[in-house]
């Protein structure tokens, strides 16, 4: 593969501008990062991939000349988003150009239904925008501030709203995508069907690349917030239990976090909200407080903390800003002999699990639950806080909750092929037709190394 040459580099600079191909050193070294640093496995793997240079578009037609430029010269293409992915996909292991969307942000078209927008706009200006015609998102990553809605549908899965609305795989949720293939004459295709479909959705940016996407929306809802305090991890999960199963309580959010979790929220602690030695429940409904707090008495737990929805997404906390992979920064942030596991319970045996994980690993393996639908099921999706020794006790560890019934999804590899999630067979015959030369986030597929 070609290197980045003075020559090519001047013609970029003729397509893009000069100030958006970035060479400077420093500036690449944390350009080429994502989130990988939550593994510690992840780490010295990724530590010193570099880009060459960053090019920035500002229109589908630069885009597709950089993209012509790139394949003529065989350079490899790194998709960039804002970076908060967590598995290091967003790194690039060759070297050659990041190719990021940030300039390719504009919502393309906005109803109460559906809103279909640039691959670099960013999840929150479509909420807020939504918001302004009766609508939101129906579900988004704890990320909601910097996350763009390409990365997300290439990198993500779930998030806040899952528990009513799913995930980026459950059917109605993502529309139609288009998107860019990496050849000397880019193609431009629209995708609408559910199999073409699988070869865009968490594709880690591996097959092509985004332009823009159109979601569903959902009707917007007056939000609460409310924190709850229970002595027990038990208590905290029948309360959450009762809730998700009340299928007419609009609920945006639902997590459950084991103590000693909160304490490592130093926000919540210092404001009371999380209680010392305390299960917390977090949620996101709409529901009269008065009518909460006595349901959640009968579980015997106590509100912590409330707001109204008058206060939703304005400047004020947001308490999923501690849920879902926000838990994980918070708590690596306070200890980094933490890291953790995306595992998913079996309903119905959901305290059975809890009790032989705890038997066998005691504190060692924390529990943080976000209740979410998946393909229609309400599951409890863990997001588990792990205190690290070693890469074999990591393995060891999820041999172990795989043995009991659990799924787990390994966070701790770079490689689509080793995430129990990626969509296979579709991916790689998605790869072949649409980056024919393999330059697409090389590296990052044990199935082409």
């Known amino acids: 593969m070609t290197t980045l040459t003075e020559s090519i580099l001047n013609e970029l600079k003729s397509i893009v501008g000069p100030t958006n191909v970035l060479t400077d050193p420093q500036q690449l070294y944390h350009r080429s990062k994502d989130h990988y640093w939550f593994s510690p496995v992840l780490t010295p793997e990724m530590d010193g991939k570099v880009a060459e240079a960053q090019v920035s578009p500002g229109s589908t037609e630069e885009l597709l000349a950089v993209i012509a430029l790139a394949t003529r010269h065989r350079i490899p293409i790194t998709p960039r988003g804002a970076g908060t ?31 279909r927008v640039q691959t670099g706009a960013k999840l929150i200006d479509i909420e807020r925008q939504a918001r302004t015609i009766g609508a939101e998102l129906r579900f988004y990553p704890s990320t909601l501030m910097t996350a763009t809605a390409g990365g997300f549908l290439a990198g993500g899965s779930g998030g806040i709203g899952s528990v009513t609305w799913g995930t980026l795989w459950d059917e109605g949720n993502v529309l139609a995508v288009t998107v860019a293939t990496i050849e000397e004459t880019p193609q431009v295709l629209t995708i609408q069907d559910e199999e073409a479909m699988k070869g865009v959705v968490h594709n880690c940016g591996l097959t092509c690349f985004i332009l823009d996407l159109t979601l569903a929306l959902a009707p917007a809802q007056p939000w609460a917030q409310f924190a709850v305090g229970f002595d027990t991890l038990e208590d905290a999960l029948h309360a959450a239990q009762a809730l998700v199963a009340e299928e007419t309580l609009p609920k ?5 976090l084991e103590w000693p979790i909160p304490g490592f929220f130093r926000q919540l602690v210092k404001q009371g909200i999380a209680p010392d030695g305390k299960a917390l429940l977090l949620l996101e409904l709409v529901v009269e407080p008065p009518a909460l707090e006595a349901r959640m008495a009968e579980h015997r737990g106590a509100l912590t903390w409330q707001s109204p929805h008058e206060k939703y997404h304005k400047g004020g906390l947001m308490l999923s800003d501690f849920a879902w992979n926000h838990t994980t920064m918070w708590v690596m942030k306070a200890d980094p002999n933490y890291t953790y596991l995306q595992d998913s319970f079996i309903p119905d045996k959901l305290f059975e699990q809890l009790q032989l994980r705890k038997a066998r690993y005691g504190n060692e393996l924390l529990a943080h639950i976000e209740f979410m639908k998946f393909r229609g099921e309400m599951v409890p999706q863990g997001l588990s806080i792990v205190r690290f020794h070693n890469k074999e006790q990591l393995w060891e560890l999820m041999a172990y909750c795989e043995s009991i019934g659990q799924w787990i999804a390994n966070p701790h590899t ?36």
């Open 85 to 115: 992915g967590n598995y290091g996909q967003g790194v690039p292991m060759a070297g050659g150009i990041l190719l990021n969307h940030a300039r390719l942000n504009q919502i393309l078209e906005l109803t109460p239904d559906a809103a």
């Open 252 to 256: 945006r959010l639902v997590t459950v």
């Open 414 to 449: 770079h490689r689509l092929d080793e995430d129990v999630r990626w969509n296979g067979q579709p991916i790689l015959d998605a790869k072949a037709r649409w980056d024919p030369y393999g330059l697409l986030n090389p590296g990052h597929l044990k199935a082409l190394e």
